[in-house]
Nanobody, 125 residues
Framework: QVDLVESGGGSVPAGGSLRLSCRVS????????LGWFRQRPGQEREAVAA???????RYADSVKGRFTISQDNAKNTLYLQMNTLESEDTAMYYC???????????????????WGQGTQVTVSS
């Protein structure tokens, strides 16, 4: 059974930072595409960032230069460092595995085989 558990969400003022973590288990971690997507109430899911293969990260244009995706293979953990947060970043954030390509594409909702329960990020302006 594949299990992805996110943590690290919270409420911060605009300009602040958060680091999301995702513990991955039950999957061939280290040899698969992993990523983050977010979803606002009533809206389509939006890809945020993905590690499509080792050393190959992709980002949505809206977060480039502000967010960084990384992974710690020893800990089976995926991270999303979010800096200079904006009110538009407010959403539920989900960690996901087993990507359908392309993962990050403007206007295209991302598809994954597995995702976690999500962690809420709220940015106040």
């Amino acid at each position: 059974q594949v299990d992805l558990v996110e943590s690290g969400g919270g409420s911060v003022p605009a300009g602040g930072s958060l680091r999301l973590s995702c513990r991955v288990s039950g999957y061939r971690y280290g040899s698969t595409c992993l990523g983050w997507f977010r979803q606002r109430p009533g809206q389509e899911r939006e890809a945020v960032a993905a590690i499509e293969s080792p050393g190959s990260a992709r980002y949505a244009d809206s977060v480039k230069g502000r967010f960084t995706i990384s992974q710690d293979n020893a800990k089976n953990t995926l991270y999303l460092q979010m800096n200079t947060l904006e009110s538009e970043d407010t959403a539920m954030y989900y960690c996901a595995a087993d990507c359908y390509f392309p993962v990050v594409a403007p206007g295209l909702p991302p598809k994954f085989g597995y995702w976690g329960q999500g962690t809420q990020v709220t940015v106040s302006s």
